[in-house]
């Protein structure tokens, strides 16, 4: 009855909704056809069909109908219908919800008792038409003076107002809360309160934007190489230098999805490979963990596996001292901000340079913070061979090692506090084991050596009086060791050949510090803020709409809030990122994963090709470019002319990188032009509560701004209308719009207990409110431990199988304590390069590699850059490359910038912003020389993750003009039996270099 | 009447370029009538970070300076612009994008080298305040809005108030002496303009070298004390604000249980990062 009722009321609404919206009159125009609704035994059912435009309605089975969406029962149906048309009736829905089972719509559906039928482009039609009268008079945006309005999105470097007039974006601005946003927490220390601004930070990547959506570089419509014929001659060894055609989606589509099919049928399991970048949008819905993985799974491919290339040194080497694997070996970030604040005496800042980094994703959040931390007088130390951005402007002593040297600094270290008792003995007695075989070591008691101030400085350059100073300051001061960019991992050291030492070395003497107790711990102010971490909203690890509850952190959290049908990638074969070339250019390769459920994870040694699995044939590009990220670059490039790659198929917002490679080009829009929802750095379970960073938790509702520019498409779309032709479109979609899922993900956060879906939608933002009560804030991480109790940070890791003891009680090793030596690698027994003990190991490629740095005598640094984000927001004409400290513009070109000691500059006769050569054996790359103080001399310093590839000629030995330093470095792994990447051991020699002389 | 300026902390900015990105957001794409023609989108910098770099490897600092246009109280350009140029009630200066079509002089006009040739447009333009924005009631200009740490202020305040406030916080303007009268102050302009002389104090005992804290260092002039300081943990001290070009200077340091050292050196156009200084045990 009820089914029946609400059949009959669909036409009239149709009809209605129809009256007032052009889009559903176009839609209705658009195809003629017939669907019906119908219970399987034909006993209800109503047939609508639209013709001219007009719709016609009947009840009963219609055996023309082209659409059938039919249910076993006309009571099911009821419900569902129900369920999925409430976003209409959204203030009813309270009222609604009781009667609602969230599991009901996906358990039909998977028993096929709610099935769609029909060809998949009619199939989605009928349900766009649905969904746009759902979706009707939905209203987005807040109007402004000067007939703009204000729209909110996100970007990898913070929330954003977007400011919109006449469908053209004007501007776009870091957000200012308004009156009825949250107050703010407030932390008392030290007599004074500290609370911070209302407004939210924002990078400056994320505020070039506008200039990276209008950019000229934009792929605006459909391309296929001019002499790429999928019928015939493919030439594959001219991608990278023949010209495109302009084709129509159609065409493309099609041409993609037979080539998905032949390969399948060709070749056979496993023959497609998958690359894609990680931050080139941002979203819960169009991100590269949720439509795009989605999608994948359904066509099965082999996965490149991303190494953790920001955490390497902490996820190779120092998790096997202390455990913490589910954060790749970096340190807990629970209430370090309070405590710096009330106990700290000292800040070290170790390979860190959170104002050019921003922890991850987190802006400027913590800058007021380091303010704060200036004016309480708490001390400066930054140990970099560059005097960092950070350094620069916090001030306090600069020690500069020579690169890759630090290991042998921190032992020195060590060794003035156990000559002069400057330890903690009894932390070192009660929570740590293996010390006396440390102490030995560092006392030289086994080989003879001590690791004495003096014995450092042959390594690193730095002085022995400055190594006693720090040791004596630190050993005698309530100090705080701030690793990388969030203070708690990362930093550039832990990616060169002596990473895992370095950041094995870090957690070593922060033990013997006492980590854990007041005022010493790892962090830099960037984490442990009180906001309120229980409020639920998916991060992006959660996989949003992908339904892959294998890859992502769906089945953890949100697959449980937000039914919806999973996916699963059938094929186990998988390939190292940073060997990908080898892969398809040998047709063999090997490489170590990244898991982080144990310590033993990483020690699982994978081959490329799998047993029984086809080798690649066909690659499916999503996103960014890999150039900039991948170490002895050139190498990417001859793999991609490879005749074993049979088609190149690449699915992008811009030209650049591996675009230029492809057989086929699908333009995709960026997510300024299409629907997603999303809270800021948040990460999910990849850093799980990483949004304590953040001075406030931001949620947002990203707008469609603007209509995607030329014939792009959204990623989610691209996806849709490829499993149109694949059979899979009701698989893939479930019938919804971008828009209607970013509710259904609205749904199941805490979001409806706060803001309505109407207000939210207009809004485009909700505040989270921190937390007010000192009872509710975070306890500080490590304290438990340092005091020998129960874990009491609110993270669900390691996981309860990973003690040896008590659940939650002690570290995740194998003795539940610190381990000077490190029970895991001991079992494992198998890697030289990483005994059981960390000891001092020269880097590989280094200035104790004599015969090779006589020829290349300067050390190349290649941090992770300041002003772009991975290769997001560089090169595509943005706005960002015209800042003085990223590119120079000489000549009409934007030349990446290579910074150099001016002795260094003067024996070669290089002047301020001359062109220089950089070379090595692996290759060439010209940039624009700065000369800096800033430097230690015999050190180059070029950021790493340039978007632009530009060799100027067709062999590996031409030089690249795009600033991609990375062809320099090598691909050597960190040790042996890692897949870790240690680009910053990489000699190279500069000269001065004439574009004349090269015909150029 | 209360009129705009802003306030730029030199020792707070840390060349985020984030205000530099939002004038270029602003302005490139959008034409304001009556503020602004669009900015083409490279080349132009109306909001132009200098930097300079004092001291060498490994005493070193480097000073970042937002310039701008000044939205001078004498501004040379209203002088030069006939009519092309006003100055508004609220001190706010504007180069009219009609009138001021073809006048290529006025961006010879400005002593700063704030106002940029639009050679696609053939006109002169400067960064206007942000005036459209803030007479539509926004609070402050975006390069503030933008700020990270806070070194860029917009105050709307009298301009007793706002003399009153540089006397008190002893906030420069560039280059004083045009007697153009910028509305635009710096703070902590002397990372910028002046120089500093800095070293290290190590004690030599029992053949060891270390690093000694808490030494006297005294910097004498013409045989007259002008400045003391003690060193820190490294043993590292630091004179700032000395005038270049100065000339001759004379350190001397004095550790309990030490023998005292004294130093010379001349400050010309460079800041002095002297050698150790090494002393021995009395």
Known sequence: ?1000 | MKKWNLVIDVAECHNCNNCFLAVKDEYTGNDIPGYAAPQPLHGHKWLNILSKERGRTPMVDAAHVPTICNHCDDAPCIAAGKGAVTKRADGIVLIDPEAAKGRKDLVEACPYGAIWWNDELSLPQAWPFDAHLLDRGWSAPRPVQSCPTGAMQALKISDEDMAALAREQNLETLRPELGTRPRVYYKNLYRYTKLFAGGAVLGIKRGVIDCLAGAQVGLRKDGKPIASVETDAFGDFKFDRLEPGSGDYEITVSCDGYRPAAVRFALAQESAVLADIVLELA
């Not at chain 1, 969406?69 to 309270?94: C, D, E, N, Q, Y």
């Not at chain 1, 001030?395 to 060794?415: C, D, E, M, R, V």
């Not at chain 1, 590119?887 to 062109?915: E, K, M």
């Open chain 1, 1 to 1000: 009855m009820l089914f029946s009722l609400i059949l009959w009321c669909l036409p009239a609404a149709l009809r209605i909704h129809a009256w007032r919206s052009e889009n559903i009159r176009a839609l209705m125009a658009a195809r003629d056809f017939t669907a019906q609704i119908v219970v399987k035994d034909g006993s209800r059912g109503r047939w609508f069909r639209f013709a001219g435009g007009r719709l016609t309605s009947g009840a009963g089975v219609n055996n023309d109908a082209e659409v059938t969406v039919r249910f076993k029962t006309a009571a099911l149906g009821a419900r569902i219908l129900i369920h999925l048309t409430s976003g209409m009736f959204h203030f009813a829905w309270p009222l609604l919800k009781p009667f609602l089972e969230p599991m009901e719509v996906i358990s039909a559906a998977k028993n096929f008792a709610f099935e769609v039928l029909g060809p998949d482009e009619l199939s989605v039609h009928f349900t766009d038409i649905m969904n746009a009268m759902l979706t009707h008079g939905w209203q987005q945006g807040m109007p402004m003076p000067g007939g703009e309005i204000r729209y909110v999105n996100q970007t990898n470097g913070g929330p954003v107002f977007v400011y919109v007039k006449d469908g053209k974006i004007v501007r776009i601005t870091p957000m200012e809360f308004g009156a009825g946003d949250p107050k703010p927490w407030v932390i008392e220390a030290r007599g004074r309160k500290f609370s911070p601004p209302r407004r939210a930070t924002l990078s400056p990547h994320g505020l070039a934007s506008k200039s990276l959506i209008y950019s000229e570089k934009r792929l605006l419509y459909p391309m296929k190489r001019v002499d790429w014929d999928p019928n015939g001659e493919r030439n594959p060894q001219t991608r990278g230098k023949s010209g495109y055609v302009r084709i129509s989606w159609d065409e493309a589509l099609d041409i993609a999805a037979a080539e998905i099919k032949r390969i399948r049928h060709e070749h056979g399991h496993g023959a497609i490979v998958n690359s894609h970048g990680s931050h080139h949008t941002w979203g819960n819905i169009g991100y590269y963990l949720s439509a795009h993985i989605r999608f994948m799974n359904a066509i099965g491919y082999t996965r490149m596996v991303l190494n953790p290339d920001s955490w390497e040194g902490w996820y190779w080497g120092a998790m096997h001292h202390y455990g913490n694997s589910m954060r790749m070996g970096g340190a807990e970030p629970y209430g370090q901000l309070e405590d710096t604040l009330q106990n700290a005496e000292m800040i070290v800042f170790w390979s860190s340079d959170p104002e050019s980094t921003c922890g991850s994703y987190a802006a400027f959040e913590a800058t007021v913070r380091r303010q704060w931390a200036k004016q309480l007088g708490i001390k400066m130390v930054h140990i970099d061979p560059y005097l960092n951005p950070t350094a620069n402007w916090l001030g306090g002593k600069w020690i500069a090692p020579i690169p890759g040297t630090s290991p042998a600094l921190a032992h020195a270290i060590a060794y003035v506090w156990i000559s002069e008792g400057l330890y903690d003995r009894d932390y070192i007695e009660t929570r740590t084991t293996g010390f006396d075989k440390y102490r030995a070591y560092v006392l030289g008691e086994d080989d003879g050596t001590p690791k004495s101030p003096e014995w450092q400085a042959q390594e690193t350059g730095v002085a022995p009086q400055i190594v006693r100073a720090l040791a004596r300051e630190w050993g005698t001061k309530k100090t705080y060791l701030s690793c990388g960019g969030k203070g708690v991992a990362f930093g550039g050291a832990n990616r060169s050949a002596t990473g895992a030492q370095w950041a094995r070395a870090m957690v070593c003497l922060m033990a013997m510090q006492g980590l854990g107790k007041p005022g010493i711990n790892f962090g830099n102010l960037g984490t442990g803020t009180p906001v309120d971490l229980e409020f639920y909203f998916p991060g992006y690890a959660e996989g949003g709409i992908s339904g892959d509850v294998e890859g992502t952190a769906d089945a953890v959290q949100n697959y449980q809030r937000m039914p919806h049908l999973i996916s699963m990638n059938t094929v186990t074969q998988k390939i190292p990122r940073l060997r990908l070339p080898e892969a398809i250019l040998d047709g063999k390769t090997e490489g170590y994963p990244t898991d982080s459920r144990a310590l033993e994870g990483q020690f699982q040694k994978f081959s490329y090709p799998s047993p029984g699995h086809a080798p690649v044939r066909m690659m499916y590009k999503y996103g960014s470019s890999h150039f900039g990220t991948t170490m002895e670059s050139n190498r990417l490039a001859e793999a991609l002319r490879s005749e074993n790659l049979e088609f190149v198929l690449n699915q992008s917002i811009w030209n650049e990188g591996e675009v230029k490679f492809a057989d086929l080009i699908l333009p995709a829009c960026t997510n300024f032009e299409r629907a997603d929802i999303s809270e800021w750095a948040a990460s999910g379970g990849y850093v799980h509560h990483n949004h304590n960073q953040m001075n406030h938790r931001v949620i947002t509702l990203q707008h469609k701004c603007i209509e995607p520019l030329g014939e792009s498409r959204s990623d989610y779309q691209i996806f849709l209308d490829l499993s149109k032709r694949l059979g899979l479109a009701s698989y893939f979609g479930e019938g919804k719009t971008e828009l209607i899922w970013c509710r259904e993900i609205y749904l199941s956060s805490d979001l409806p207990k706060a803001i309505s879906w109407r207000k939210f939608l207009r809004k485009g933002y909700y505040v989270v409110p921190p937390e007010t009560k000192a009872a509710n804030r975070r306890k500080t991480s490590w304290r438990w431990f340092a005091e020998g109790r129960k874990k009491d940070v609110p993270e669900p890791a390691p996981l309860p199988a990973e003690y040896g003891g008590n659940y939650l009680e002690g570290l995740q090793t194998q003795s539940g304590l610190f381990e000077f030596e490190a029970s895991s690698l001991k079992r494992y027994n198998d890697d030289p390069e990483r005994p059981p003990l960390n000891t001092y190991i020269p880097a590989w490629e280094g200035r104790r590699t004599a015969a090779l740095y006589a020829r290349y005598p300067l050390q190349l640094i290649s941090p992770h850059p300041r002003y772009s984000f991975h290769t997001q927001s560089d090169g595509k004409d943005s706005t960002v490359n015209d800042i003085s400290e990223h590119r120079v513009l000489i000549d009409g070109h934007y030349y990446w910038i290579a910074r150099i000691n001016p002795a260094d500059a003067r024996a070669r006769g290089i002047a301020q912003h001359d062109l220089i050569k950089l070379y090595n054996d692996r290759g060439a790359v010209i940039c624009a020389a700065v000369l800096t103080e800033r430097l230690l001399p015999g050190v180059v310093h070029a950021y790493g993750s340039s978007a632009e590839y530009q060799p100027i000629g067709n062999t590996n030995a031409a030089p690249d003009i795009g600033g991609c330093v990375n062809i320099l470095t090598p691909k050597r792994h960190m040790t042996e039996k890692t897949s870790a990447s240690a680009p910053n051991s990489c000699l190279i020699e500069i000269e001065k270099w004439d574009p004349e002389k090269t015909g150029r």
